[in-house]
């Protein structure tokens, strides 16, 4: 292969609708849009600069979102090209369509817009030797992160034959386990977490994907005419009729030229509320604090306010956020059922 | 006397600013302004409706208040005078000033407009009891209490002579005690709680009131005149000049004819949410909930959402409220602490 740096290009997928920090997330702020990384910069915004940081031109990144997201995108990422899908179809087929607005010889990395990374350099220099190796090798190039802990909301990477420091081919995707298993892999030390993030050669993608799903492969050929305004138009009729699937199960369970790279780098997929709080500063008796947020005599508490005070009393190892939106306490190790509550006020609303 | 039914009237205080339901209680809608009371009406429309089942006439009903909520009282008690007070002076000038409204050979009942009673058979027969005795002789009639709990947030009567069933003198107002000598007093049956409602001639009142604050007494000869429009601009300048204070300060702590009918009626001040939450309905997981309310896996609570969804995830016998204004998180055990809460809010909002 010839690929060069001018070749690379970045893949920022900002579709999601997470709704894991209901009531702050809503569907026109999911996850990835609200300021939950570090030096209070929306994940997505921090995705475009570790890109930025790690020497990525940004007129070599591209956002794929949903339409209606596409200017909090932009505002986000300025200068960068901000892709609509007509509509939700997965990852797969939106990493198809953005793949084929770069060039035949890209490499490319695909990174989620709602993880959360602070060691920069780390993950330049990861970054860096998954180019290269993709450049080298027509391998599809996995992050692997070492589990700190038996996470039954992962996919897991099963290691395969080592081929270099830190570098393995992977034997297996694997998809969420049940708690016993993910006690079992993880004290194997066998496997690593998938978190999401890949980079390979467009050229190997695509003939990954053709191998098993040549109706999505067939979005190769779209995109290197039309700009961002006209894209999800000129998508729609190709991209309705694809099915819904992620690159995982598309491509990454299938492909025998997958690799993983252990990261070297801090990850979190910041599942929760609680996740979100164990990287950020606390005040002197523990709180994580945000907004208009007003704790007292509170201990260990998560306490945002967005525009309406949240006053917590009295309280240790809580969760209470308040927004015009709804109202959520709960306590921190409960902050990954928060969707519970969030289908129990829609389904209120809705009746 | 010659005092007939015709020649009753009732005062209704309303000019409270109870912040003990914040965030829910505003100075816009403060306590006796939210729907508190049994079937869910404002606890001034239950006071005033009490009143009228008492046998009370409306055109002899008077609401004594702040100038900026006399709407809101006017629209819970419709076809009743509402007072306006030019400014703060606590109770005994506010009970002077609308007491100069009624004719001088009325027997009054003063009625705080946010305490909760259910039993209205009983209280009627007790406030016709009270009208009876205070028609009679020119006697101070108070409403005691029998003391549930050594509580240190109100009053007490200790008990003089015995005159008849449940009537007694008062051998003496008492101040709010503290935890040790309010358990004393409990324990010895001769003390009942003060519930701040009162009985008496007019002419009595104004004779008691002028032995120890003459200054106040003289708004004897001010409200015969002009109709409640009027009325706050009218006292303005007699007004002004009084101190502020309570009536127990000024007339009952020193007066020789204070009697006490022990209540036959259930009653409560609603003190905190807590206290509210007791005497509610509950659904099948002992929750108590008001509005936009949605708890889920959650047993004891108290959950009120004004406007905004409140959903508490997990939680036992907490107080979660949630309201444009601002969103507590407390324990039910807690909640008679909801100042400390409040005042935080103000002093972050001041700063």
Same mark, same amino acid.
């Given at each position: 292969m010839t690929s060069t740096t001018a070749d690379r290009g970045v893949i920022i997928l900002a579709g999601g609708r997470g709704e894991r920090f209901w009531p702050w997330s809503t569907a026109a702020r999911p996850k990835q849009l609200l300021p939950l990384a570090s030096g209070g910069r929306t994940l997505l915004r921090a995705t475009f600069e570790r890109a930025l940081r790690a020497g990525i031109d940004r007129d070599r990144i591209a956002v794929i979102t949903s339409q209606d997201l596409r200017e909090a995108c932009q505002h986000e990422c300025p200068g960068v090209r901000?892709?609509?899908?007509?509509?939700?179809?997965?990852?797969?087929?939106?990493?198809?369509?953005?793949?084929?607005?770069?060039?035949?010889?890209?490499?490319? *990395? &695909? %990174?989620?817009?709602? =993880?959360?990374?602070?060691?920069?350099?780390?993950?330049?220099?990861?970054?860096?030797?998954?180019? *290269? %190796?993709?450049?080298?090798?027509?391998?599809l190039v996995t992050f692997g992160i070492r589990p700190r802990a038996p996470e039954t909301n992962f996919g897991y990477l099963h290691l395969g034959a080592r081929l270099a420091e830190r570098l393995h081919r992977v034997a297996q995707f694997k998809e969420k386990p049940d708690r016993a298993t993910a006690e079992v892999w993880v004290a194997s030390g066998e496997y690593l977490w998938n978190s999401g993030m890949f980079v390979w050669g467009r050229r190997t993608f695509f003939d990954a994907l053709r191998a098993f799903h040549p109706e999505i492969a067939a979005l190769e050929s779209f995109g290197l005419g039309g700009g961002p305004e006209a894209f999800a138009q000129a998508l729609?009729?190709?991209?309705?009729?694809?099915?819904?699937?992620?690159?995982?199960?598309?491509?990454?369970? =299938?492909?025998?030229? &997958? @690799?993983?790279?252990?990261?070297?780098?801090?990850?979190?997929?910041?599942?929760?509320?609680?996740?979100?709080?164990?990287?950020?500063?606390?005040? $002197?008796?523990?709180? @994580?604090?945000w907004g208009s947020a007003v704790p007292v005599d509170c201990d260990g508490c998560v306490v945002v306010?967005?525009?309406?005070? $949240? $006053?917590? %009393?009295? %309280?240790?190892?809580?969760? @209470?956020?308040?927004?015009?939106?709804?109202?959520?306490a709960c306590r921190i190790e409960d902050s990954d059922q928060v969707r519970r509550a969030t289908e129990a006020v829609r389904a209120r609303a809705a009746s």
């Open positions: 901000i892709y609509g899908e007509p509509m939700m179809r997965n990852t797969a087929p939106a990493i198809a369509a953005a793949s084929s607005t770069f060039g035949q010889e890209s490499a490319l *990395a &695909v %990174l989620p817009s709602d =993880h959360a990374i602070d060691d920069e350099t780390a993950f330049a220099a990861d970054l860096e030797r998954a180019f *290269a %190796l993709a450049a080298r090798e027509a391998v729609k009729p190709r991209f309705e009729p694809l099915p819904s699937i992620s690159v995982d199960y598309a491509v990454l369970e =299938h492909a025998p030229n &997958v @690799v993983t790279i252990e990261a070297a780098f801090d990850w979190d997929d910041l599942g929760s509320w609680g996740a979100w709080a164990r990287r950020q500063p606390r005040d $002197a008796r523990g709180n @994580v604090t306010g967005d525009g309406i005070p $949240a $006053a917590p %009393l009295g %309280l240790r190892d809580m969760v @209470v956020v308040a927004t015009p939106n709804g109202t959520l």
